[in-house]
């Protein structure tokens, strides 16, 4: 499935003036997994081409039709009758058949899990990750509610932490502390709370119950739904695609995935949504100017040819890519540069501080920027995730081909539409009630004082029908009877990206709190990786939890689980309990 979204892609794609294209992918008949690496020649003809890291390819034939022979170690040999502008999707068959049904489980198992060596990050580089940069993450402790009663974070919609930890998962290899952000685990995710009315921004929920890992205290959930704005109608984009080329780039999980990943969106572009490319390695170079959406065989031909070699001037290349978004912006458009590396700029202004202010001054513009990181060794998790935060944009991690179709095709609208920015979240505490309370995740996005009276700006994005979701946990008062009073008020703020007025939207919790076992499953889920959040992190504050009670906790709550994200997820925990044996 993952395979042919990408290869529906390559339809964007005809026939160039004077020149016969043939272009298809190629996936094992059994596994149905794509095959790298297959010889595709032109037979009576010496065209040759090999299938790339993602099973595709694209091969000029002189004549229409044509015979085209597959070959590949391990598959028996295929000739396929071709004609012009045909774009294929072809299947290999291995040599050695399996007869025993539990050897061809273990086969199949063991090609979904990795056994090409180019597919996603599964088994590929050495497994090395000291040379990965993250920003230290220290944990939210309980805050005394009669001292401080208002707790106040950014909104968050990045999601990269999540796809991060499974590639770690997957590897077999210890996750880092500080790649573990609770918040972008739990965010991951899809809720099915109400879209709010029509004529409204956003909606707000609120559930209190009992704490399924600390039986003395009691769990709030706070969830953020935004409006969800039809395809057709949401603003006209401006992007510019800046595309690190650099020397580190050359894996293919890092220049090849992302080129796989850039196809995927540009056959989501509409007519009135224009495409820039700009790619950098020892000099940015602008490899398509401001293109519309409807030439796609345009803006897929510069993404193809892109190679990686050189340095990286980051600096140089974030200048030139919001200058171009500049000169081609959009009033009321998606102005937005789209940045998309492992992270490791080397010349130029390279630390995180200097990138930070270069990214703050850029901002001032209305151009807002999306953060795709890519690759393992390398990384650097903290650049990427600092820059997003600075930039009014959002971040996430490709770690395989099916995280680039969840990206820019399953949630096209939530991760490059801007509903609301500035987005804050402000709960009052009722200190009669809450002795205690402590906000689980968002530690980079708390703010430190109370600015509940003030019109400042800063918070975060939401977008197209995104739903943000955050957890705290409560130790209530002791003694105390329990009335209409509420436990706490929130205060949702927000802008609209159009719109400098300050908006807001409230609720009040009440105070009589539920048992977990009745509560929604959204609201169960998000419990359950909350707390793998905290197993992963060896959190002082998980109590009795640990990875069974997440799998039970996730178990009773997959509720319609559509894309199958959810049952993953139980796979991830299963994959946490064996390396902790």
């Not at 009440?510 to 909350?530: H, I, K, N, T, W």
Request: net charge neutral; aromatic share 8%.
């Amino acid at each position: 499935m993952r395979l042919f979204l990408l290869w529906l892609t390559l339809s964007c794609g005809g026939v160039q003036a004077q020149t016969l294209w043939v272009s298809g992918a190629i996936e094992d008949s059994i596994t149905h997994q794509p095959v790298s690496g297959v010889s595709v020649s032109v037979i009576s003809d010496t065209t040759k081409a090999v299938t790339n890291a993602f099973g595709l390819f694209k091969i000029v034939i002189s004549g229409s039709p044509a015979q085209l022979l597959l070959t590949q170690n391990g598959y028996q040999p295929k000739q396929v009758t071709v004609k012009a502008n045909d774009r294929l999707l072809i299947t290999l068959s291995p040599i050695r058949k399996q007869t025993d049904g539990i050897a061809a489980a273990k086969a199949s198992a063991r090609a979904r899990q990795g056994a090409n060596p180019n597919y996603g990050n599964v088994g590929m580089g050495i497994h090395t990750f000291y040379n990965e940069t993250y920003g230290a993450t220290y944990e939210n402790s309980f805050t005394r509610a009669a001292a401080h009663p208002v707790s106040a974070f950014a909104v968050d919609v990045d999601r990269a932490a999540y796809s991060n930890i499974r590639r770690f998962l997957r590897l077999k290899e210890p996750v880092p502390v500080d790649a573990v952000r609770i918040e972008e685990m739990v965010n991951y995710f899809h809720y099915s709370y109400p879209l709010p009315p029509k004529d409204s921004i956003m909606a707000l929920y609120s559930h209190y119950t009992s704490c399924p890992w600390e039986p003395a205290h009691h769990l709030l959930q706070i969830a953020l739904r935004a409006q969800a704005l039809e395809t057709d109608s949401l603003p006209p984009g401006n992007l510019v695609f800046l595309i690190d080329a650099s020397g580190s780039m050359g894996a293919p999980n890092k220049l090849p995935l992302l080129q796989a990943a850039f196809r995927i969106l540009v056959n989501n572009l509409r007519p009135a949504d224009k495409v820039a490319i700009v790619a950098y390695a020892g000099a940015p170079g602008v490899m398509l100017p401001a293109t519309t959406g409807d030439q796609k065989e345009k803006i897929l031909n510069a993404i193809d040819n892109l190679s990686a070699g050189g340095a990286t001037a980051g600096e140089a290349a974030i200048k030139m890519a919001y200058d171009i978004a500049l000169e081609n912006y959009i009033p009321g458009g998606n102005n937005r540069v789209i940045l998309a590396t492992d992270g490791d700029f080397n010349v130029g202004l390279t630390s995180d501080a200097e990138m930070e202010e270069l990214i703050l001054q850029k901002k001032e513009s209305g151009v807002l920027l999306t953060c795709l990181g890519v690759g393992m060794k390398n990384y650097k998790d903290s650049k990427l995730q600092s820059l997003s935060s600075k930039g009014n944009g959002n971040f996430a991690y490709i770690d395989d081909l099916e995280e680039a179709t969840k990206i820019f095709a399953r949630e096209f609208g939530s991760t490059l539409f801007t509903i609301a920015r500035d987005v804050r979240t402000i709960v009052q505490f009722n200190p009669e009630l809450v002795k205690s309370y402590r906000l689980i995740g968002y530690e980079n996005r708390v703010f430190e004082k109370d600015t509940s009276g003030e019109d400042t700006p800063g918070g975060g994005i939401i977008g197209s029908g995104h739903c943000s979701v955050a957890l705290y946990e409560i130790v209530p008062q002791t003694g105390k009877t329990i009335t209409d009073t509420s436990l706490a008020a929130v205060t949702i703020r927000y802008r609209t990206p159009a719109d400098t007025s300050l908006r807001t939207l409230q609720r009040p919790v009440p105070a009589l709190p539920g048992a977990f076992e009745e509560a929604p499953d959204d609201y169960r889920f998000a419990a359950a990786v909350s707390l793998l959040g905290m197993v992963l992190r060896n959190s002082a504050y998980r109590g009795c939890g640990n990875t069974d009670m997440v799998l039970q906790l996730a178990r009773n709550a997959l509720g319609r689980d559509r894309e199958g994200y959810r049952h993953e997820f139980l796979k991830m925990v299963k994959m946490v309990k064996k390396m902790q044996r």
